[in-house]
């Protein structure tokens, strides 16, 4: 097959086509092109170059050519936020002597048509890549980017429950590259192999293949029904922000002490003098887009963060989505107390109002292009902010609720086997916020139900019936549509048996979205992927050094310790202790934390509240947990933490009659 055939059969004929370039040298850069004839013959010049290596784009892309912030020059882009249609599905199958690899192409081959055979999916397009196996699903039409991806996710879950080994970080990834047919693998260059199709499929209409895989995984926002859309309000800001007439500086803000603090540290520390979160740093994002000087303010909120990486920073701003500057509740989730003393609560929603004039902000979230508009059940319409309720046969309206609300996902506690509903609920003046409400009060309404909401800050002085109705029947077409979600309090192991692990369920065999509760949702960002297990191990070989054998075994208490469970070891506590500094005793701990995260921001410190330690531990409960420079607390703090940690518990357990085995 052509170059340009293959490109007309893979590639979505919207947008632009981009081609990712890398030299040997280690230099890359991506090219845009307008046709796909421009592009082939692109693919074949730079495929001569030996020092070249030529990738294309899967997927469309628009938007994406802006000058350089160094040179002003434009450049082409290809971030995952500017990716627009796609015309494929695409998986890459790597072959070598690692673990999550096959031993050579026909394994693979072999491997991805049985997986095809019993999943009822149709043959994919399979091109040699040199020395990995490309496969390919071509549609009849384009579909958005939005779609595209999560279909990717299901296809990856349908063929990952066939064993078929996958490039995963490519899967899904909106800016995904692949070495396109016709040009070659240039890895050994005494021996290119050429990229070809080694068997052809039809292009097939994109429903059937979500037909095919649609068990496997369930899109976040299934539980929203399609029947209409959410209307949306004007903002004062917004319209302000894209006529070009707001004047917000970041300095400005420096009279929010959350602001102020983030300013002041370069993104280091919040005003409560604790490192920065992830969520924390978005949030800050969310009022750097819409300052002056956008990329500027950004970097200055955040390059006194000891993982401050430019690229990804200006990459996580430009895909802020919102319709305008991060609110004050936002910032008040992650840092309270702070907010509890500022002179200007309740007389701003954002702290993007201390600058520039405007003193009222009315910005709604804007869901992600390509996923589908609120609307509530049969019967129920939105309608001036509120929800109200036609009758079969009726014309008249009849009034549910003063506040826009809908149900998105019906979710059960993992250790409680309690069920409740998620309610978004649109406030007049924060926008929209999800709480959490009990099924069986929604069910049995009346006082409780009306406390449940009051406690949420929704007061409804009438009738709760017609609210308790609609809620159920809300509740009632979810349950028809999708399965309930899990709700999850800490990590590790679960009373199911499943594992949790950051936003990843090992060991289930239901399609479910975890929903992460209370300290939890501050660690998922923790609990994270990042890096190449290869230089991981190679980093571990420092533990077979002479002298190193207790830190072998401190560390591998780290990496194993969810085994400990099998080994009904309910609990361990190593304290590593030297007179000499510099015996490795940090890099021993937080290694044994990187098996599962972050080791900055998994490690506790000394200086942190009691309090703080037990969430900590208890939150990360299968897996290890370390404190830094232990030994340096208080001794009456040192003895409380030590008697409490052991067993999980958030308050001491041991009364005055056991003081003198606790003073021991």
């Not at 890398?22 to 592009?39: I, Q, V």
């Not at 939005?146 to 909106?174: I, M, P």
């Not at 390059?303 to 990804?312: I, M, V």
């Amino acid at each position: 097959m052509k170059t340009v055939d293959f490109l007309a059969k893979v590639l979505a004929p919207e947008d632009n086509y981009v081609l990712f370039l890398a030299r040997t040298s280690g230099a890359t850069w991506n090219e845009n092109y307008d046709t796909l004839e421009a592009c082939a013959k692109a693919i074949a010049a730079y495929d001569k170059k030996k020092e070249v290596t030529v990738y294309m784009a899967v997927g469309a892309f628009a938007d994406n050519i802006s000058p350089h912030p160094k040179t002003g020059r434009d450049y082409t882009q290809r971030r995952k936020h500017q990716a627009t249609k796609f015309k494929t599905l695409a998986v890459d199958l790597d072959v070598g002597e690692h673990e999550n690899k096959y031993d050579d192409q026909r394994d693979a081959t072999s491997a991805l048509a049985r997986a095809c055979s019993a999943l009822a999916l149709p043959t994919p397009m399979v091109v040699l890549s040199g020395t990995g196996v490309h496969a390919y699903w071509p549609f009849r039409e384009s579909i958005h980017a939005g779609l595209w991806e999560k279909l990717s996710l299901a296809l990856r879950a349908a063929l990952e429950s066939q064993k078929v080994k996958l490039d995963v970080s490519k899967v899904s990834d909106r800016s995904m590259v692949l070495r396109p047919v016709g040009a070659h693998h240039k890895k050994d260059p005494d021996n290119w192999k050429e990229v070809r199709l080694v068997w052809d499929a039809p292009a097939c209409s994109a429903m059937e293949y979500a037909q095919a895989i649609q068990a496997f995984k369930l899109p976040p926002n299934a539980g929203r029904l399609n029947t209409g859309g959410k209307p949306k309000r004007s903002s004062t800001l917004t319209d302000a922000l894209l006529a070009g007439d707001a004047n917000i500086k970041l300095d400005d803000m420096k009279q929010c002490p959350q602001l102020k603090a983030l300013i002041e540290s370069a993104g280091a520390t919040d005003a409560a003098g604790q490192p920065v979160i992830e969520p924390l740093w978005r949030a800050s994002l969310g009022v750097a887009k819409f300052c002056e000087d956008s990329d500027d303010a950004a970097v200055r909120l955040s390059s006194g963060h000891p993982d401050f990486d430019k690229e990804t920073t200006l990459d996580k701003l430009n895909a802020y989505e919102g319709t305008g500057p991060t609110r004050c509740t936002s910032f008040e989730n992650y840092c309270p107390s702070v907010c509890e003393a500022c002179s200007y609560k309740g007389s701003i929603s954002s702290p993007a109002q201390l600058s520039g004039g405007v003193t009222k902000i009315d910005t709604v979230p804007v869901t992600a292009e390509g996923e589908e508009a609120v609307s509530p059940p049969r019967g129920y319409s939105f309608k001036s902010n509120a929800v109200y309720f036609t009758r079969p046969g009726q014309d008249e309206e009849e009034f549910v609720a003063p506040y826009l609300m809908w149900v998105t996902a019906r979710v059960t506690d993992a250790e409680e086997d309690t069920n409740s509903a998620k309610i978004a609920v649109d406030f007049p003046l924060e926008g929209v916020r999800v709480i959490s409400i009990d099924a069986a009060v929604i069910a049995a309404g009346g006082a409780d139900l009306g406390k449940a909401l009051a406690n949420k800050q929704i007061y409804i002085p009438y009738d709760l019936d017609p609210v308790r109705k609609y809620l159920m029947t809300y509740l009632r077409q979810l349950q028809n549509a999708v399965t309930a979600d899990v709700s999850y309090t800490h990590f590790g192991w679960q009373k199911d048996g499943t594992f949790l692990l950051g936003e990843d369920v090992i060991g289930s065999d239901k399609i479910t979205t975890p929903h992460l509760e209370g300290i939890a949702r501050s660690y998922s960002d923790r609990l994270c992927q990042h890096g190449d297990i290869r230089k991981w191990t190679e980093a571990s070989r420092i533990f077979d050094l002479p002298g190193m054998e207790f830190q072998n075994f401190v560390a591998s208490l780290g990496i194993s310790a969810p085994l400990h469970k099998g080994a009904h070891f309910p609990s361990m506590l190593v304290n590593m202790y030297s007179k000499d500094s510099g015996s490795g005793k940090t890099l021993t701990g937080k290694f044994g934390l990187s098996a599962w995260g972050n080791p900055e921001t998994l490690a506790a410190k000394a200086k942190d509240t009691l309090a703080s330690f037990y969430k900590n531990f208890g939150t990360l409960s299968s897996m290890a947990g370390y404190v830094d420079e232990m030994t340096t607390m208080d001794v009456d703090r040192l003895r409380s933490f030590v008697m409490c940690i052991q067993d999980g518990k958030e308050t001491g357990r041991l009364g005055s009659a056991t003081d003198k085995f606790r003073d021991a």
